[in-house]
Nanobody
């Protein structure tokens, strides 16, 4: 099982910044895409940003120009730098890791973090 440890959430005023981190366990055969999703109360979980193993990125339109996703492959870690935060960014943010745990596993699997709360006050 891939373990994901998230950190960096919290309470911030509108216009402020936060940086989320998600570290995957080190004993993984290969990691493909990593990313972040979020879920606000009463809403569906939605994509925030993804980054491939080749570091190509994909962002939700609502965060383009404000959020930046990056990764450190040596540390199996993905980051989300969030700037110019808005109250509508308030949600639980979940880390996603698409990985193959062992070389003999037949396919990659999606693994999820436990979630970290981001609250933006107006």
């Amino acid at each position: 099982q891939v373990q994901l440890v998230e950190s960096g959430g919290g309470l911030v005023q509108a216009g402020g910044s936060l940086r989320l981190s998600c570290a995957a366990s080190r004993n993984i055969f290969s990691i493909n895409t990593m990313g972040w999703y979020r879920q606000a109360p009463g809403k569906e979980r939605e994509l925030v940003a993804l980054i491939s193993s080749a570091e190509s990125t994909n962002y939700a339109d609502s965060v383009k120009g404000r959020f930046t996703i990056s990764r450190d492959n040596a540390k199996n870690t993905v980051y989300l730098q969030m700037n110019s935060l808005k109250p509508e960014d308030t949600a639980v943010y979940y880390c996603l890791c698409n990985a193959r745990l062992r070389s003999w596993f037949p396919r990659n699997e999606d693994y999820w973090g436990q979630g970290t709360q981001v609250t933006v006050s107006s």
